[in-house]
C-alpha cells in the first residue's frame, strides 16, 4: 500500500524560502496525482498546489499562485513544494495527498483526494 512521507519544514523569517518534498512507499508514485495540503491553527484544511500524475499539469490554488511551485520526479517517487516569498499567514502543518484517479487537479485541490493516502505533515513556520 501506498506511503507518504513528508520532510523539509522547519522555521523561516518572512519572505525566507523553504522546500518540502514527499517520499513515497510501498507503490510507484507516478500512478498518483499528488496534491499539498495546510492546515493551520484553529482552521480547516486547504489545498495549496497539485500536479497530475506525470507532471504535465499543475494547479495552485490563489493565495500561493506565483510563490510556490510544486514538482515531481516519478524515479525518485518524490513530490516536493517549492516555497517563496513565504508570509506569516503560510504558517501551518502541510501535507501531502494522492489520488488515484483524479483527473481534475482543480477538484483535487478544492475537494481533496477520494482515497485515504496522507502524509503525516510537517509543520512550517513563518515569523514575522
Known amino acids: 500500500q501506498l506511503q507518504l512521507v513528508e520532510s523539509g519544514g522547519g522555521l523561516v523569517q518572512s519572505g525566507g524560502s523553504l522546500r518540502l518534498s514527499c517520499a513515497a512507499s510501498g507503490e510507484t508514485l507516478g500512478d498518483y496525482a499528488i496534491g499539498w495540503f495546510r492546515q493551520a491553527p484553529g482552521k480547516g484544511r486547504a489545498g495549496v498546489a497539485c500536479?497530475?500524475?506525470?507532471?504535465?499539469?499543475?494547479y495552485y490554488t490563489g493565495v500561493v499562485k506565483g510563490r510556490f511551485t510544486i514538482s515531481r520526479d516519478n524515479a525518485k517517487n518524490t513530490v516536493d513544494l517549492q516555497m517563496n516569498s513565504l508570509k506569516p499567514e503560510d504558517t501551518a502543518i502541510y501535507h501531502c495527498?494522492?489520488?488515484?484517479?483524479?483527473?481534475?487537479?482543480?477538484?483535487?485541490?478544492?475537494?481533496?483526494?477520494?482515497?485515504?493516502?496522507w502524509g503525516q505533515g510537517t509543520q512550517v513556520t513563518v515569523s514575522a
Open positions: 495527498a494522492a489520488d488515484p484517479s483524479m483527473s481534475d487537479l482543480e477538484a483535487l485541490c478544492t475537494l481533496g483526494p477520494g482515497g485515504d493516502y
Open positions: 500536479i497530475s500524475s506525470k507532471g504535465g499539469s499543475t
